[in-house]
C-alpha cells in the first residue's frame, strides 16, 4: 500500500480558469475524488483539499509532506486566450528526476489510452512551486476549457470520473514498475514521440510562463 497525494488544483477565492460558468477548481476536485475512489481501498490516499477552500502552495506541499506521501499528483484543467489549444500535457519540475518523469508518463499515457482522438501534448518541464518536493510530482493539465469540444467533454460528470480513474490507473502503473530510474530517458522519449500537435513555439502559453 502507498500514499498517494492528490492536489485539485485552485479552490476557494481562486476559481482557476472559468468558461461558460465551468470552473477549473471545481472539476478538478471531482476528478481528484474520482481518482481517489478509484485508488481506494489498495493505496491511502490523502487530498490537500476536499472542499471549495483556499489552499497557498506551501500548505499544499506541506500536506504531502505531513502525509509522507510516495507520490504527489496536481490536477487542472487547461486554458488559453484563444480557442484552438487543446489536448493534455503533464510538467514536472525536473527532467533530469526520473521517477516524476515516469509518473509523469504513466498519467499521460493512461489519459491517451482512454481519450485517443484528443492530442497528446507530452511532458514538459516547470519550475513549479507545488511541485518542489521530495517526492515524484507531477502537474497534469486536462484538456482545455477553452476548446469547444473540450469543454464540453469537461461539463460531463461521467468525463470527470472517466479522468480521475485514468490518473488513478497512472499513479498504479507507476507504483508497480520495477526499478527502472535508467529508463526514463526511454520513458519520456516514448511519450514525446506519441506526442502530437504543435511545437512549443506556437504553444498557447510563453515560454516560461506557468500552468495555471
Ligand atoms: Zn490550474
Redesign the pocket.
Known sequence: MATVCLDP??GGRDA??VRDGLE??RI?LEVALAARAALRPAHRVVLTRDGDITLPLVERRGIAETARADLFVSI????STGSRARGVEVFVRRPSDPASLILAAAVLQEIIRQWPDRRNRGIKPASLGVLRQRRPAV?V?CFFLSHPAERALLGGAEVRAALGRAIARGCEAFLRRPALSARARAVRAEANRGRTGRRAARSPRPRGSR??
Open positions: 488544483g485552485h482557476g480558469a477549473e477548481k478538478a487542472h484543467v487547461n486554458a502537474l493539465e500552468p495555471v
